[in-house]
Nanobody
């Protein structure tokens, strides 16, 4: 129904910035609430950021508030995650998610979301 492809990951030094992109195909993103999750080595996948269907509301995990910014461009069918002031604890595979539900935060517990393949972000000290 919808395919999500992340890009923009890579290696960056602590304090640096990186912007991730999630391009969608198959259906228009305007029908979905979107968001980002990450999974670090040895840890479970955790919520990072979410954005509403309209793009008017955003939510962030406490660990990234003030540093990360999520946005969406429905014309380009793309969701972004601007990451600033990166630190080694941000190292993880970042995946985007989409759902017909109100928020992707439900993706942690319910099988109601579409997922991208993930993109690796590595922050060196």
């Amino acid at each position: 129904q919808v395919q999500l492809v992340e890009s923009g990951g890579g290696l960056v030094q602590a304090g640096g910035s990186l912007r991730l992109s999630c391009a969608a195909s198959g259906r228009t993103l305007s029908s979905y609430a979107m968001g980002w999750f990450r999974q670090a080595p040895g840890k479970e996948r955790e919520f990072v950021a979410a954005i509403s269907r309209s793009g008017g509301s955003t939510y962030y995990a406490d660990s990234v508030k003030g540093r990360f910014t999520i946005s969406r461009d429905d014309i380009k069918n793309t969701v972004y995650l601007q990451m600033n002031s990166l630190n080694p604890e941000d190292t993880a595979v970042y995946s985007c998610a989409a759902t017909f539900k109100s928020t992707v935060q439900v993706c942690s517990t319910l099988n109601v979301c579409y997922w991208g393949q993930g993109t690796q972000v590595t922050v060196s000290s």
